[in-house]
């Protein structure tokens, strides 16, 4: 045993002292050439490992604070190493972060096919001032996107244009933002004629205030698919619609709803629709195996003009009488349900909601278990886990797996 302890050690010594072919170093410590051949030689600036790098590299950045970006067509860029790591998946990227400091403005901008997985984005201000997708599709995931300030934060702009790829936010945390959305959809497909769908899974909104529409997300043009899963949107607000989630115009795609799947709401606020409005011609959003929760009126709202907002196999505090279709419709698809979550603790332990320690997991004996549609549930919960657990998937963001989660679970990311 010691033996094989001693090999071990031995290899992984070797691997951190030689590095990985192919992969570029950046560690803003680092004190050798800067070639970006291996931590010690690492460059230290991001922006200039990017532009001097070949397009579809792969960087590995260590912890610390970096300038704002560029990515490269095709690159990946994974942040949260300590420098011992010799697999991408053994960084831990929350507790070794790596920070991208938008100097007040801009933090990243993207370009076609590319990565950015475990960074904090911070200091940043403007629209698409965190991350900005413009007319490129790529992936986001594994981020916090903290305080962004004026404007909305995450742009995603005509995103795939008419390459049809697709464009994923994933196990991202959004919070403290202000001015704009955290996340803003522009989807006008009639300048790209290709499909550009978004996905939004595994999302933590929390916080964050719009002075216009939608706190956590807004939506304009969403002519293709926009599929909102597994995520929790918690005590958003917004000024004049929309609390958590606005779905404006989508007049280039009937048929092709904003699709909102597995998501818990909780304690989101604005004067026209809490949790979700839905506004304008064409507009269509599905919710369902959704908790709504929170207030007892108005939390889902159809607004101007003849907008469509479904909702079914959802868990609806004040029931379907609570929404509001102001114009437009409101449909009821069944499966209907106004019994208390049984969050495992929607404030935490600091009782404010609203911060990190919140947890809106179900408890036995939540009526949302058990009780979800199966045909529109993502396989897998905002944990990773995968549905169902039991028989059958349940409603809202998180699988109930029979008790809490054991320490250090396994968390999936695909
Ligand atoms: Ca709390
Ligand atoms: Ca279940």
Redesign the pocket.
């Known amino acids: 045993m010691q033996t094989h302890q001693a090999i071990t050690v031995g290899l992984v010594i070797f691997l951190a002292r030689h590095a990985l072919a192919d992969v570029v170093y950046v560690a803003a410590g680092a004190a050798g050439a800067g070639s970006g051949s291996s931590w010690n030689d690492a460059f230290t600036n991001l922006e200039s490992a990017l532009s001097t790098t070949p397009a579809g590299s792969e960087l590995w950045v260590h912890a610390g604070v970096y300038g704002p970006c560029t990515l490269r067509t095709n690159t990946v860029v994974y942040g949260g190493f300590t420098g011992a790591e010799t697999q991408r998946n053994a960084r831990d990227w929350r507790a070794y972060p790596t920070l991208i400091n938008g100097a007040g403005s801009r933090a990243v901008a993207f370009a076609a096919g590319a990565t950015l997985d475990g960074f904090v984005i911070t200091n940043t201000s403007g629209q698409g001032g965190a991350v900005l997708f413009d007319r490129v599709s790529g992936t986001l995931q594994n981020c916090r996107v903290v305080g962004h300030a004026g404007g909305d934060a995450v742009a995603l702009v005509s995103t795939g244009g008419n390459s049809g790829a697709q464009t994923v936010v994933r196990n991202c945390e959004f919070t403290d933002g202000s001015g704009g959305s955290a996340v803003f959809y522009y989807g006008r497909t009639n300048i790209y004629t290709g499909p550009h769908p978004v996905t939004i899974d595994r999302c933590t909104f929390s916080r964050n205030h719009s002075t216009e529409r939608g706190g956590a997300i807004s939506t304009d043009h969403a002519g293709h698919w926009l599929r909102i899963e597994n995520s929790v949107f918690i005590h958003n607000t917004a000024d004049l619609s929309g609390g958590a989630l606005y779905a404006g115009y989508s007049q280039f795609g009937p048929g092709t709803p904003v699709g909102v799947y597995n998501c818990t709401f909780y304690s989101n606020a604005s004067p026209a629709g809490k949790a979700v409005c839905v506004s304008f011609e064409e507009a269509r959003v599905d919710v369902q195996n959704c908790i709504v929760w929170g207030a007892t009126n108005d939390q889902l709202r159809t607004q101007n003009s003849t907008p469509v907002l479904r909702v079914g196999y959802s868990d609806l505090e004040g029931g379907f009488a609570s929404t509001f279709p102001r114009h437009g419709t409101i449909t009821d698809l069944g499966g209907l349900l106004d019994g208390d979550p049984q969050f495992a603790d929607a404030d935490g332990a600091d009782d404010v909601i609203g911060t990190a320690d919140d947890d809106l997991r179900l408890t036995a004996g939540s009526p949302c ?2 009780t ?1 549609l199966a045909e529109v549930a993502p396989d897998h919960d905002r944990d990773g886990l995968v ?8 409603i809202g963001a998180y ?2 797996a029979g008790g809490p989660l054991p320490t250090g679970a396994v968390i999936q990311v695909r």
């Open positions: 278990i058990e979800g549905r169902p657990q039991g028989t059958r998937v349940d699988e109930f």
